[in-house]
């Protein structure tokens, strides 16, 4: 009997919904022959027999959601082999293990993430007793989009597999239906011209969102966004501008190797011209895209595959707008400042709960914008802590925590008690071994290591 | 606004006033340019600055059979198209000096120079740059429902970037309105395009996209007129992108700083006398008795006034102020 397992269908997949079955019990199939329909995050997916046989017993019925990777979901038996009760089958189950810890995210965020993120929510945009729903960070973006393609028409999303496929991670999910094939525009691979096209379309007066199916691929692109997008504004005089969003997903995934694994927040940062985001929560996400929509400036927004899937609340207002450039107090503390952004701040949070247990009291900063970079907070925080340490994927020469340190080391020197310390990825191209790619990527026990540190304790 | 010569024309066809403009409008870019190169060489002008002096015609045709609401885009090699657009020789002069009345208040320099208000979207330094940009414009045009067209200008060289075709591509596939105009002037920087373009009929660059292609005498500004008109018509008319080839020449070197070794001096020499744009068009005034040799004359005279005031001022403005260096970064 050879037992049927769950597949993964995507890098980043660790569950997914069998949503039906297309065989059933006592069908005889041969490699090739689709026996389910599975629902992932990003889209429903045919799944093929490998091995010829006859379906034993169906062990998870149709319909049911979160069934993990590896799995098994049926058994195939040979020819005069007999299926064994649904029961037996059941008590031999291993539990499935999921190695990449890297990736990991809250199980489906919402009962684990709830209060961390009601703490990171307080501010004056959430007036007091909000209802709050809580949503996927891909749902908070696709929200974002559609209200302000909603608010105003000049707003259009262009990109690869944006409209008819929904988008290759399913953040433009319904605008196609929405908006129309004129505003919803799907794009040949051709990153470096549709960059520019939108450019120019923003020169001409619309305010294009351009997707970038993963800011890796935008390298192809950068020179539009850099020399066209970011200094015409200067070279102008002031006269021309491209008030335009680039958006997509940013930094490492998990195993698809150096060349689709990488973090640009410390690149683009470094550009006069532009303003630059990397929201981690939910809220974040929507707050945001919807003021870089409306902003004025071209805005470079850094999003996470892996952070799409995760769910936090989100503030039930008609118009929620965030300003950008200013980083949130995510949890107040005595001890330590941890700074971050993007999907490090969940890292963030789970060593300070690490570090809560050998009583260091650590206060969290998201930065949630890159550029402009909100230094003042860090700084007033580190003049209360008396000690940094800043936490990101992204290598670690000219780094957003190189430049941290330096403006700290500067402005806040009498305030420090230890060095600033940075924790980043390592200084290699991302490997695709799962050992190896573990290793090239921050943990949460770097980030306690480099905080106890600080404090001076082992 | 001192620009008595050049403004966008209105698509009429070419009758005898019009070719007096085009003889003055080509003549104010050519006193324009060699004013410019005069400045260069005292030091007045820094930088890169790369002279227009023997392709006059190609831009003042076919800006002659655009619209004044139509765009306009270019590379570097731009003090000719705008003053094709209307600008005024005093700013774009000044800009050229890096000065505060400069078109972009001297932060800009001779590459990077735009004016919203006469449609002029630069001035790019970037070869092959303008190219997606100028796309792009059409797509806010065919957004919007308007009938204007994207007249998008660059080099033979920039012809063989990548972003080009990426750019033909959703053009024609989106129909977009925008006319792709290749000022072949034989030489990429040192590079002929002999050397470097395995298809050198830029016309025929586009036909793995459908889109059509033409190449004209661009040394002969009724010929890129006519042409400019049926390019025009063809965009108005929801038809898609359309690429005029300009057959023209550039005497000077690409920028002030090229010697211009990769091509001899006779060569240079029997353009000048048996192509020359400004002479062939005066010849034929003259000929059809439509001007004197005094009426030529009074015409330089009027626009070496003009370059002459432009000079002074370009002089005499102050340079930008020191508070400048931070404006302008984000609005």
């Known amino acids: 009997m050879t037992q049927i397992l769950m597949p993964a269908l995507s890098p980043t997949m660790e569950e997914g919904k069998l949503a039906k079955w297309l065989v059933k019990e006592g069908d005889t199939v041969k490699s090739g022959d689709i026996l389910a329909e599975i629902e992932t995050d990003k889209a429903t997916m045919e799944f093929e ?212 694994s990488q973090d640009y927040s410390a690149w683009y940062a470094s550009v006069p011209g532009i303003k630059v985001v990397a929201p981690y929560f939910a809220a974040d996400a929507k707050g945001l895209l919807k003021a870089a929509i409306r902003d004025p400036n071209p805005v470079v927004f850094l999003e996470n595959e892996i952070v799409y899937g995760r769910s936090f609340p989100v503030p039930k207002l008609d118009d929620f707008v965030l300003p950008i450039g200013k980083a949130r107090v995510v949890k107040e503390g005595t001890s330590v400042t941890i700074v971050s952004y993007s999907i490090c701040v969940g890292q963030i949070l789970e060593a300070a709960e690490k570090l809560a247990a050998e009583g260091i009291d650590a206060e969290l900063i998201d930065l949630r914008t890159l550029r402009p970079l909100d230094t003042e907070a860090v700084i007033r925080s580190v003049r209360k802590t008396n000690r940094l340490v800043t936490v990101e994927q992204g290598w670690p020469v000219c780094s957003i925590g190189s430049e941290l340190c330096a403006v700290v080391t500067q402005e806040a020197f009498d305030w420090l008690d230890a060095p600033p310390t940075k924790v980043t990825g390592k200084d290699v191209p991302m490997p695709y071994a799962a050992n190896l790619e573990k290793l090239a990527l921050p943990t949460v026990d770097d980030i306690v290591r480099a905080a106890k540190a600080v404090c001076y304790r082992s | 606004m001192e620009n008595p010569a050049a403004s966008k024309g209105n698509g009429a066809g070419s009758n005898s006033a019009d070719l007096k403009k085009f003889y003055s409008d080509m003549l104010l870019i050519r006193r324009f340019e060699e004013k410019a190169g005069q400045l260069y060489g005292m030091g007045l002008i820094g930088g890169f600055c790369h002279l227009y002096i023997g392709q006059e015609a190609v831009v003042v045709g076919m800006q002659a059979a655009a619209r004044p609401d139509d765009q306009v885009i270019t590379a570097y090699r731009d003090h000719g198209h705008m003053l094709a657009c209307g600008m005024d020789p005093k700013g774009v002069m000044a800009e050229l000096t890096g000065r505060q009345s400069g078109y972009s208040k001297g932060k800009g320099g001779s590459m990077h120079m735009f004016s919203e208000e006469k449609r002029f979207y630069g001035g790019h330094g970037i070869v092959g740059a303008q190219i997606p940009l100028g796309t792009g414009l059409a797509f806010s045009n065919k957004y919007r429902g308007n009938d204007n067209v994207t007249l998008t200008y660059f080099g033979d060289g920039a012809a063989n970037q990548g972003q080009v075709y990426e750019s033909f591509n959703m053009a024609e596939l989106w129909k977009l309105p925008v006319i792709y105009i290749i000022e072949n002037n034989q ?125 002074d001022f370009a002089k005499e403005s102050p340079e930008p102020d020191r508070a400048e260096l931070y404006t302008d970064v984000l609005a």
């Open chain 1, 49 to 260: 027999a490998v091995d010829e046989g006859r379906i034993g017993r169906i062990l998870v019925p149709e319909g049911t959601e979160g069934v993990k990777v590896n799995q098994p979901i049926a058994e195939l038996v040979g020819d005069g082999e007999v299926a064994r009760p649904v029961a037996a089958a059941k008590s031999e189950t291993p539990a499935p293990e999921t190695k990449r810890e890297v990736e990991a995210p809250k199980k489906a965020g919402a009962p684990a993430a709830a209060p961390e993120a009601q703490a990171a929510l307080a501010g004056p945009e959430v007036p007091e007793g909000t209802e709050m729903v809580t949503q996927t960070v891909r749902e908070a973006l696709r929200d974002a989009m559609a209200e302000e393609m909603r608010r105003d028409d000049t707003v259009f999303l262009m990109g690869e597999e944006v409209a008819q496929y929904q988008g290759a991670y399913k953040v433009s999910q319904g605008l196609l239906d929405e908006f129309g094939a004129q505003r919803v525009i799907d794009t040949p691979i051709t990153e470096q011209g549709f960059a520019g096209l939108g450019v120019g379309a923003a020169f001409g007066g619309l305010k294009p969102i351009v997707e970038f199916m993963t800011w890796n691929f935008a390298m192809q692109a950068i020179d539009q966004i850099i020399n066209s997008a970011a200094k015409t504004r200067y070279m102008s005089g002031g006269q021309m501008h491209s008030p335009m969003v680039f958006r997509g997903p940013n930094g490492p995934a998990s195993r698809v190797g150096a060349q689709h």
């Open chain 2, 187 to 311: 030489y990429a920087m040192g590079t002929s395009v002999e050397r470097a373009s395995s298809q050198a009929d830029f016309s025929k660059r586009g036909s793995s996209f459908n889109i059509p292609g033409e190449t004209i005498d661009g040394m002969d500004v009724e010929a890129v007129f006519d042409a400019g008109r049926r390019a025009v018509a063809h965009c108005r008319a929801g038809k898609g992108p359309i690429i005029l080839e300009m057959k023209t020449y550039r005497y000077r070197g690409h920028s002030m700083s090229d010697p211009a070794k990769y091509r001899t001096r006779e060569e240079v020499q029997e353009v000048r006398e048996k192509r020359d744009p400004i002479e062939h068009l005066g010849n034929k005034l003259m000929s059809q008795g439509l001007a004197t040799a005094e009426d030529l004359k009074a015409i330089d005279q009027d626009i070496r006034n003009v370059v002459n005031h432009a000079s």
